[in-house]
């Protein structure tokens, strides 16, 4: 794996196993939008590892900054070279995007059974990704000790 690509996928990894952490937090202050962020985060950079790992560019000719989030959703989506992502994965990461640009510009409205569907469609997605392109799972990096806890075991999330 190139060295650009394993620094990526690493600061990724690191972001999604953050936001685990805080999602599973015992207490509300902030939770949602820091889990939210690193969510975010997490997955433009596994997008941007992807790109590099198949040999596609994430800086355009003579840029400094590197392409953004919703360049690299396009780039995963239709760029035959590095193409990974279904419309309907795409829609989920510009779903989970939409939420933290709200948590971090203003306010995030976002009910507890919204913010489980997502993130746990969107840890799903990125585990799925870190599998089929890197032949790694998220499982890898977490301690065996990792036990996912609810108080209500017996919601039913999809369910208004």
Request: proline content about 2%; hydrophobic content about 40%.
């Amino acid at each position: 794996m190139k060295r650009e690509a394993k620094i990526l996928l690493e600061k990724s990894t690191d972001s999604v196993l953050l936001a685990i952490e805080h999602f599973n937090r015992p207490w509300d202050r902030g939770r949602q939008e820091i889990v939210l962020v690193l969510l975010d985060r997490a997955f433009e950079l596994l997008l941007k590892a992807i790109i590099v790992h198949k040999g596609g560019r994430i800086r355009e000719t003579r840029g400094k900054e590197t392409i953004g989030f919703d360049a690299c959703v396009r780039k995963c989506l239709s760029d035959a070279q590095v193409k990974c992502l279904t419309e309907e994965e795409a829609l989920n990461i510009q779903i989970i995007n939409s939420f933290r640009d709200a948590a971090q510009h203003y306010v995030v409205d976002i009910s507890e059974q919204q913010l489980y569907i997502y993130t746990q469609s969107g840890l799903s997605l990125f585990n799925n990704l870190l599998k089929n392109i890197f032949d790694q799972k998220i499982e890898d990096y977490l301690p065996e000790r990792v036990l996912p806890v609810t108080a209500h075991p017996r919601i039913q999330y999809w369910q208004d």
